[in-house]
């Protein structure tokens, strides 16, 4: 069974801090990577995406991929407290026909 | 914008009741997702379809169908609602290269008493 983990956290930091988000995947041919932010009631959406090793930065946000350790993070810079929500780490498998696999979801908290 | 359309934000049904929960997007995409989602459980796919007329089981399709007769409306349908379907249930819609990822629709909370 392929898998995407997370750590459910939550995750607490204060105003202006560096979050860190982490995901790892069990299946090595994984090719597409993505974060997606979903506030509480709401629909996830999506806000990066990486498909080669090394970093991407947007903003903010910051996700790095290796995929020989089989590892995805999302860096927030500056964190604010409108940032507090579930991050959904997603995989796609690389397998014609298949879904993307999701994480459970790491939940930040960001205090002022 | 792109949209992602769900018919109902909210939806209360008895045991039993045949319903319907329907998905239009305006994107053009090729595929189509259903999922519902549950505290602790994350996201759980249903079923998804990647063409019209088609549809694959996703990791619990049990007392759960679905119809895409076009190519931008995929319907989710619950034969006969028991409690346990209560959920938030998600669509979502992605290019077939699926290397864009998905957009998800506003999401369908139903509540089956």
């Known amino acids: 069974q392929k898998e995407v983990e997370q750590n459910s956290g939550p995750l607490s930091v204060p105003e202006g801090a560096i979050a860190s988000l982490n995901c790892t995947y069990s299946d090595r041919v994984s090719q597409s990577f993505f974060w997606y932010r979903q506030y509480s009631g709401k629909s996830p959406e999506l806000i990066m995406s990486?498909?080669?090793?090394g970093d991407k930065e947007d903003g903010r946000f910051t996700a790095q991929l290796n995929k020989a350790s089989q590892y995805v993070s999302l860096l927030i810079r500056d964190s604010q407290p409108s940032d507090s929500a579930t991050y959904l780490c997603?995989?796609?498998?690389?397998?014609?026909?298949?879904?993307?696999?999701f994480g459970k979801g790491t939940t930040l908290s960001v205090s002022s | 914008d792109v949209k992602v359309t769900q018919s109902s934000r909210y939806l209360v049904k008895r045991t039993g009741e045949k319903v319907f929960l329907e998905c239009v997007q305006d994107?053009?995409?090729?595929?189509m997702f259903w999922y519902r989602q549950d505290p602790g459980l994350g996201l759980r796919l249903i079923y998804f379809s990647y063409d019209v007329k088609m549809k694959e089981k996703g990791d619990i399709p049990e007392g759960y169908s679905v119809s895409r007769e076009k190519k931008e409306r995929f319907s989710l349908i619950l034969e006969s609602a028991s409690t346990n379907q209560t959920s938030m249930y998600l669509c979502a819609s992605s290019l077939v290269d699926r290397v864009y990822g998905y957009t998800f629709g506003s999401g369908t909370r139903l509540t089956v008493v």
């Open positions: 994107m053009d995409h090729e595929n």
């Open positions: 990486i498909y080669s090793n």
């Open positions: 997603a995989v796609n498998s690389g397998q014609a026909g298949t879904a993307l696999i």
